[in-house]
């Protein structure tokens, strides 16, 4: 086995070289079980907790053993810091000549083709646009890369970004005219060729599906696959062992037309004609949906007269558009394409509105402001990401700070279908019994009452008194922070940065630098946060976060395990909602200097029976029912909670 202590022990190689650097007891015991799966082969699962410093614990074996390794992340963003720094700072130290390559999904590198049928389309245009176009266009002739993510002043979610970009729909393959000097070409050269290659789990699932379907493979076959924050991996997943069609695909479609019809010098007249009436189907089934922004079965909307119109003459479109394209076959790679697209979404949209229930996927939609998306999702994956272990025969590791439940990780293997797994699970080293204070307040009413939400804010007020701001307020739905935000408003003189107001990454970025400031946020400021520091000095959490029971995909999983004879609740939504408070409360103690104070305001974590799941699952935090053991633990920590740990009554809260 590889000598791990040498590198990660007391005295190792990185004490001796990387600034900072502490022995961690279970970053080493983490680092020789990913050795040994790396030798042995196999599945290993492992939890780490916050501050093991896992990413070092799985790069250095792996960087050690010379083998092709595939890391897959949960989010881009930590693909880009493991690619520009903890790889590089690894690899430097160990000496290694590892060569390392990050590859990303298609829509995250310029496409030169359709920059230039953008930068020539001029119809529609507005001044941000065409100011946003020309940004992007002075940029593309500097970068190696294409990588979008290089253009940090322009936010993710610009209007620029889908019209130079691709996606697998759009994009023309080796038939494109700007082939030889496509950055999506060149990254994948280069992941085929390097020894460590780091994607996402989009990425990860992208190729399964590709290979599933036959069309070869976007991502070398590896030695080792290390998926870092497994537990995102079942979802995303799940998306894309599904099927769907998207109003932006089918705008894209109708605006593509019209410019490879301009590019190709043909009948531009005649083929925009029938473009028009696509954009304007897709725009009449979305007010057919309804004004508000919903998730729901399609069963609950299918047999509205508005839908079934609207829908039919969205069918009736495609086919008169794939018609004329089809009849304009042969005059441009581009238009074969635009062809290709239509025959697809229209037999996509056919099979999804005379799909029968059942059959082990669920069809639902979900709408935005101005779009729409509707899917058909496989309600179980298990045996599907089976099959596809069973191809990659080599070691594959999943970890992530929260997989087990209970100390238990049978959920995870489930929904993966991992039969066999070696596990293990080491502690954060943080000292929560001294660094951190858990509230669970007395005297608020039960979730479900209307009050509720008002007690909450209420209570938040008090405890941002005491901790002068400097606080992250995560709730379980989007009505509840809008409310609180209205509330908070007048009562606090903190900055109050509210979820939706602004670009996430802004928000934190004004979070870290007020210090003092009170950060509203939902789902996605639970996880993938990392604020150090005192500027983050307390975690308020609403609710217990299990899953809204309206929504579709949940619904038809728990139809389907009551039918087999399950129990949903003890079997899905409980271990799910177990996960997802591990997250949130994980944004708390960042580091071994952070101090702060944990605050759950749901009274069910004492009142019912399976509370004691969530709470043996959480760090041992000091525990208190009294807000006053919170003010004492900002004006001195020390002397909060004295005793160890505080009164947890079991009684009403």
């Known amino acids: 086995m590889l000598p791990i202590a040498d590198y990660l022990?007391?005295?190792?190689?990185?004490?001796?070289?990387?600034?900072?650097?502490?022995?961690?007891?279970?970053?080493?015991?983490?680092?020789?079980?990913?050795?040994?799966?790396?030798?042995?082969?196999?599945?290993?699962?492992?939890?780490?907790?916050?501050?093991?410093?896992?990413?070092?614990?799985?790069?250095?074996?792996?960087?050690?053993?010379?083998?092709?390794?595939?890391?897959?992340?949960?989010?881009?963003?930590?693909?880009?810091?493991?690619?520009?720094?903890?790889?590089?700072?690894?690899?430097?130290?160990?000496?290694?000549?590892?060569?390392?390559?990050?590859?990303k999904g298609r829509a995250n590198?310029?496409?030169?083709?359709?920059?230039?049928?953008?930068?020539?389309?001029?119809?529609?245009?507005?001044?941000?646009?065409a100011d946003l176009l020309s940004r992007v266009r002075g940029w593309a002739a500097r970068t190696e890369r294409g990588d979008i993510a290089e253009l940090v002043d322009i936010p993710e979610d610009a209007p620029v970004w889908p019209l130079v970009t691709s996606t697998a729909d759009n994009c023309l393959g080796q038939e494109c005219p700007s082939h030889d000097r496509c950055h999506l070409v060149e990254a994948r050269r280069q992941a085929q060729a390097a020894d460590v290659v780091i994607v996402n789990h989009h990425l990860l699932c992208a190729d399964f599906a590709l290979r599933d379907d036959g069309f070869g493979e976007l991502l070398p076959t590896a030695d080792c696959y290390i998926v870092d924050e497994a537990h995102q991996l079942p979802d995303t997943a799940s998306d894309f062992f599904g099927r769907s069609?998207?109003?932006?695909?089918?705008?894209?479609?109708?605006?593509?037309?019209?410019?490879?019809?301009?590019?190709?010098?043909?009948?531009?007249?005649?083929?925009?004609?029938?473009?028009?009436?696509?954009?304007?189907?897709v725009r009449d089934l979305r007010l057919a949906f309804g004004v508000e922004a919903r998730r729901s079965a399609w069963a609950e909307v299918a047999a509205a007269p508005a839908v079934v119109a609207a829908s039919s003459r969205l069918s009736e479109a495609l086919a008169e558009l794939a018609a004329r394209l089809d009849a304009a076959g042969g005059r441009g790679k581009g238009l074969d394409n635009c062809l290709a697209r239509a025959q697809t979404l229209g037999r996509e949209l056919t099979v999804f509105r005379a799909a029968e229930e059942g059959a082990g996927e669920i069809r639902w939609l979900e709408t935005f402001q101005t779009g729409f998306r509707l899917n058909r999702t496989p309600l179980d994956i298990s045996e599907t990401f089976r099959t596809q272990l069973s191809r990659r025969r080599g070691t594959w590791v999943f970890t992530s700070a929260t997989l087990a439940v209970g100390g238990d990780y049978g959920h995870f293997r489930q929904r993966l279908g991992i039969d066999e797994a070696r596990t293990e699970r080491w502690d954060?080293?943080?000292?929560?019994?001294?660094?951190?204070?858990?509230?669970?307040?007395?005297g608020l009413p039960d979730p479900s009452e209307p009050g509720f939400n008002r007690a909450v804010a209420?209570?938040?007020?008090?405890?941002?008194?005491?901790?002068?701001?400097?606080?992250?307020?995560?709730?379980?739905?989007?009505?509840?922070?809008n409310e609180a935000a209205a509330f908070l408003a007048?009562?606090?003189?903190?900055?109050?940065?509210?979820?939706?107001?602004?670009?996430?990454?802004?928000?934190?970025?004004?979070?870290?630098?007020?210090?003092?400031a009170v950060l509203l946020g939902t789902a996605s400021f639970w996880e993938g946060v990392d604020v150090r520091g005192e500027a983050l000095s307390v975690?308020?959490?609403?609710?217990?976060?299990?899953?809204?029971?309206?929504?579709?995909?949940?619904?038809?999983?728990?139809?389907?395990?009551?039918?087999?004879?399950?129990?949903?609740?003890?079997?899905y939504q409980l271990p799910q909602a177990v996960i997802a408070l591990k997250q949130g409360a994980g944004r708390l103690i960042r580091d071994v200097t952070d101090r702060g104070v944990l605050v759950v305001c749901d009274r069910r974590l004492l009142s019912k029976s399976y509370g004691r799941v969530f709470v043996d699952s959480l760090p041992p935090f000091r525990r208190t029912r009294e807000l006053d053991d919170v003010v004492r633990f900002f004006a001195d920590p020390a002397a909060a909670g004295q005793g160890g740990q505080a009164t947890t009554r079991t009684a009403s809260a």
Not at 261 to 279: F, H, I, K, Q, Y
């Open 245 to 281: 069609v998207t109003a932006r695909q089918l705008l894209d479609l109708a605006r593509d037309v019209e410019v490879e019809a301009r590019r190709e010098a043909c009948d531009p007249t005649n083929l925009a004609a029938a473009a028009d009436p696509v954009g304007r189907a």
């Open 109 to 129: 590198y310029l496409c030169q083709h359709r920059l230039e049928g953008a930068w020539m389309d001029g119809r529609h245009r507005s001044r941000e646009l």
């Open 428 to 442: 954060s080293p943080f000292d929560y019994a001294t660094q951190a204070l858990w509230l669970l307040p007395t």
């Open 539 to 571: 975690v308020i959490i609403d609710k217990l976060p299990f899953a809204s029971p309206g929504d579709p995909v949940l619904q038809a999983r728990i139809d389907a395990l009551r039918a087999s004879g399950g129990n949903p609740f003890f079997e």
């Open 490 to 516: 007048a009562q606090l003189p903190y900055p109050l940065l509210v979820q939706g107001t602004a670009p996430k990454a802004e928000l934190l970025d004004r979070f870290r630098e007020a210090g003092n």
């Open 9 to 103: 022990g007391p005295g190792g190689l990185l004490a001796r070289r990387v600034e900072g650097f502490a022995h961690r007891p279970a970053q080493h015991a983490m680092a020789r079980a990913v050795a040994e799966a790396l030798e042995e082969g196999g599945i290993l699962i492992c939890e780490a907790g916050t501050g093991t410093g896992k990413t070092f614990a799985y790069l250095v074996p792996a960087l050690l053993s010379g083998r092709k390794v595939v890391v897959s992340t949960g989010t881009r963003n930590l693909q880009d810091q493991l690619y520009q720094r903890d790889v590089p700072r690894v690899r430097d130290v160990l000496g290694t000549p590892s060569a390392v390559a990050v590859l």
């Open 458 to 481: 209420e209570l938040s007020v008090r405890v941002l008194q005491a901790s002068r701001g400097r606080a992250f307020l995560l709730y379980t739905s989007h009505r509840a922070l």
